[in-house]
């Protein structure tokens, strides 16, 4: 979905963490019936043939902690020496019908 900046309905957030790189964060605060929510805005800017792009991807923020783990262990993989292999963890049976 596309928002125009000019708008003045448009969500603001109630926290922000700009990173080098391009690299931020922003949290909104949502309601939906009566619960209120908060989602959280990860994004990389950067600039391809002259103009500026962006990728976001909008998770809820029970999910971080998995987000760092999965970014963490990816990071652990590309710095180290080991050989490349799927984790134990990943490997779930799948569900019978």
Known sequence: MTT?????T????VYR???PNGISTAVFENEYEGRKYRSVNLQRSYKKDGQWKRMSMYIDHEHIPFVIEALQGTWNFLNSSAPSQVEADELQPEASA
Do not use: E, I, V
């Open 4 to 8: 125009n900046s000019t708008d003045s």
């Open 10 to 13: 448009k969500a603001k957030p």
């Open 17 to 19: 963490k700009l990173l």
